[in-house]
T-cell receptor
Framework: SQKIEQNSEALNIQEGKTATLTCNYTNYSPAYLQWYRQDPGRGPVFLLLIRENEKEKRKERLKVTFDTTLKQSLFHITASQPADSATYLCALGLNDMRFGAGTRLTVKP | DAGITQSPRYKITETGRQVTLMCHQTWSHSYMFWYRQDLGHGLRLIYYSAAADITDKGEVPDGYVVSRSKTENFPLTLESATRSQTSVYFC??????????FGPGTRLTVT
């Protein structure tokens, strides 16, 4: 069966450092991979979408990579800030999306 | 510009009762979705709709019914609520082949 794993439930880092979150998947060949941010008590908010023929995508302090051979995506937040603290979700596909369980990131000042 | 709204935001119901969760979007997006979010499972797709009168099952459709008579509305009905349906429900919409926009969620408790 299809499986999506995000590296850890929680990640704590110091302000200013780069946060790296991992999303691994099995038994799936998605054409698209997306990352969302979710704050407590709120709905997910879209961050980045990357296609299978794209190796890397950037948006301000965010960078996503998509390795279809390793079946893995890495999500980086550079120069992290306490305001980046949230749960980050990876999602495979477009309209019939499958989500990972998320990684809760805490950036300490 | 309301975007996407859900009602009610909180609901407590008893086992066996029918309950309908409402979702409304103002963007005229063609696609709409219903997800449930539970600890340990993340977000799981219940049903989605590509257009009015077109609906498809997602990952966990059992026990749920949807309809879409108008583009802007996508109600989700639990015909006979069970405790296992206690969850946070999110509605989302998209133009298609793009990112999804999520509503604020409905927290449903079935006692």
């Amino acid at each position: 069966s299809q499986k999506i794993e995000q590296n850890s439930e929680a990640l704590n880092i110091q302000e200013g450092k780069t946060a790296t979150l991992t999303c691994n998947y099995t038994n799936y060949s998605p054409a698209y991979l997306q990352w969302y941010r979710q704050d407590p008590g709120r709905g997910p908010v879209f961050l980045l979408l990357i296609r299978e023929n794209e190796k890397e995508k950037r948006k301000e302090r965010l960078k996503v990579t998509f390795d279809t051979t390793l079946k893995q995506s890495l999500f980086h937040i550079t120069a992290s800030q306490p305001a980046d603290s949230a749960t980050y979700l990876c999602a495979l596909g477009l309209n019939d999306m499958r989500f990972g369980a998320g990684t809760r990131l805490t950036v300490k000042p | 510009d309301a975007g996407i709204t859900q009602s009610p935001r909180y609901k407590i119901t008893e086992t066996g009762r029918q309950v309908t969760l409402m979702c409304h979007q103002t963007w005229s997006h063609s696609y709409m979705f219903w997800y449930r979010q539970d600890l340990g499972h993340g977000l799981r797709l219940i049903y989605y709709s590509a257009a009015a009168d077109i609906t498809d099952k997602g990952e966990v459709p059992d026990g749920y019914v949807v309809s879409r008579s108008k583009t802007e509305n996508f109600p989700l009905t639990l015909e006979s609520a069970t405790r296992s349906q206690t969850s946070v429900y999110f509605c989302a919409s998209t133009r298609g082949r793009n990112e999804q926009y999520f509503g604020p969620g409905t927290r449903l408790t079935v006692t």
